[in-house]
C-alpha cells in the first residue's frame, strides 16, 4: 500500500487505481493521517540530502517484511491494515534515523558562525577563544583539531589561540593564509589593506609563494593593490580600539589622533602647521567607516579642508 500511496501522490497511477486509494483514505481519519504521514516522511527524504545517501528502497522492504510476519485478520481488516502499516512504518523510519545519525557523525558539516550587529564570541572545540565583530562570520573545517585547526574568516576578529605545537591554528583570510601556534591577535579586512595585529606570540603568513613572521606589536599589512607583506611595528595604544572596534576620543589632539588613524588604518595623513595643536572629541566604528570619512570628518570639527593624495595618503589644511 505504502508504494501506491505514493504513487498517488506523485500522480502516477491510472483512474481506477487513483479512485481506489481516494476511496481508502476517505474510509477512516486513521486512513487520511496514514496517507499524511507518509507523504510527510516521503517529501522529508527528498528535502534532506543526508537522505539521498540512504536507500529508501531498504526502508520499503524492511516494511513488507513486517507486514508479512503480521498476517491480517479479515474481520477487523481496515483496522489491522492500519494498525501493521503504522508499526511497519515506524520500522523504516527508526531505520533512516539511525543512518541519518550514522552519516552526521561520520560526515560532519564545517560549522558557522556569524555576528550580526554585535560582537560574538565563541569558545572552539580547542579552547581557543574567538570574538566575531560586527558582520563577521567564522568557518570552522570539519577536520579541526585533528591535524591542524583551520578555520575562514570574513570580517574583522580577534583570536586568542589555545597552545598546541602539534597542530597549527590556520586561518584562511581571503587569499592570505595565517599561521599560529599559540598566541592573540586581531584580523582587519579591508579595502586597500588586510592587516594582523600581533599582541602577543608568533604570526606567520603566507601569500603565494611568500611568508612572513611578525611578533608581539608588530603587524603585517598586505596591499590589496599589488598582493605584497610587510611586517610593520604598531603602538600598542591601539589596542582598545581594536578591541572595542571603536575609535573612542575626547579632546585629542588631532596629532595624537592622525598616528592613531596611521596604526590601524595604514594610511600616512599629513597635517598643515597650525592643524595638529587642535583638539577634537569624537566617535568612529572601525568595521564600517573608511579612512575618507574619518579624515572628511575631522576636517570639518576643525574647520578646515583635506584632499587624497593617493590611495592612502592624506592631507588636512586650513
Known amino acids: 500500500m505504502e508504494h501506491k500511496l505514493i504513487a498517488y501522490y506523485e500522480q502516477t497511477l491510472d483512474a481506477p487505481e487513483q479512485q481506489e486509494v481516494e476511496q481508502w483514505i476517505a474510509e477512516s481519519a486513521e486512513h487520511k493521517k496514514t496517507y499524511e504521514d507518509t507523504i510527510r516522511i516521503w517529501e522529508n527524504s527528498r528535502i534532506n540530502p543526508a537522505y539521498k545517501l540512504f536507500n529508501k528502497e531498504l526502508a520499503w522492504q524492511k516494511l513488507q517484511q513486517q507486514l508479512e510476519e503480521n498476517p491480517l485478520v479479515n474481520t477487523k481488516k481496515a483496522k489491522v491494515i492500519s494498525l501493521n502499516w503504522r508499526k511497519g512504518w515506524a520500522v523504516a523510519a527508526s531505520i533512516t534515523a539511525l543512518v541519518v545519525l550514522f552519516l552526521f ?8 558562525f556569524t555576528a550580526q550587529k554585535e560582537q560574538r564570541t565563541i569558545i572552539l572545540k580547542d579552547e581557543s577563544k574567538v570574538t566575531l565583530y560586527e558582520e563577521a562570520s567564522l568557518m570552522v573545517a570539519k577536520a579541526f583539531n585533528k591535524k591542524t585547526r583551520t578555520v575562514t574568516l570574513k570580517g574583522n576578529a580577534y583570536f586568542d589561540i589555545a597552545k598546541n605545537a602539534a597542530k597549527p591554528f590556520i586561518i584562511h583570510n581571503n587569499d ?17 589593506f588586510n592587516t594582523v595585529f600581533v599582541h602577543s606570540g608568533k604570526v606567520k603568513a603566507t601569500l603565494a ?8 606589536n608588530q603587524k603585517i599589512v598586505k596591499d590589496n593593490r599589488n598582493n605584497q607583506l610587510r611586517v610593520l611595528p604598531f603602538n600598542n595604544t591601539i589596542n ?5 572596534q571603536l575609535i573612542k576620543i575626547k579632546d585629542m589632539r588631532v596629532d595624537s589622533l592622525a598616528q592613531m588613524l596611521e596604526g590601524l588604518y595604514n594610511i600616512e595623513l599629513q597635517l598643515a602647521p597650525g592643524i595638529e595643536s587642535k583638539k577634537v572629541t569624537s566617535t568612529y566604528l572601525i568595521h564600517s567607516e573608511t579612512p575618507d570619512q574619518i579624515v572628511e570628518n575631522i576636517a570639518l570639527m576643525i574647520n578646515a579642508s583635506w584632499i587624497k593624495k593617493d ?4 592631507l588636512i589644511s586650513k
Not at 557523525?105 to 558557522?112: A, D, K, L, S
Open 105 to 112: 557523525i561520520n560526515n560532519p558539516r564545517p560549522e558557522q
Open 176 to 192: 592570505m593564509d595565517v599561521e599560529v601556534l599559540g598566541t592573540s591577535f586581531t584580523i582587519q579586512q579591508g579595502v586597500g
Open 209 to 216: 609563494d611568500k611568508s612572513v613572521i611578525a611578533t608581539a
Open 240 to 244: 582598545e580600539a581594536l578591541h572595542t
Open 311 to 314: 590611495h592612502n595618503q592624506y
